[in-house]
């Protein structure tokens, strides 16, 4: 459960304007290791690792922190869900 607050906590961060869109991907890699977390969890993280790839060098500065946002909505909505069927 504690690797789903750290996740929770770096997109709740990113969402405030605390960091870049480029952090984010340095943080959400960095802030777990797969192991113990569900098939789903890491698919969604591999989904949002992919997606702010794209973003950050597809997009220009204010739609890729856009984008940036909504990954971070999408994976919180994701690790609420999987907290809940713990």
């Known amino acids: 459960m504690e690797k ?16 870049n869109i480029e952090e984010l991907q340095s943080r959400l890699i960095t802030a777990i290791k797969p192991d113990n977390l569900s098939k789903e969890v890491i698919e969604i993280l591999a989904w949002a690792n992919n997606e702010i790839e794209s973003a950050i060098f597809c997009l220009n500065d204010e739609d890729k922190e856009k984008q940036g946002k909504e990954i971070a909505s999408k994976l919180i909505e994701a690790i609420n869900n999987e907290k809940g069927e713990q």
């Open 4 to 19: 789903l607050d750290n996740l929770l906590y770096v997109c709740q961060q990113y969402l405030q304007g605390k960091f």
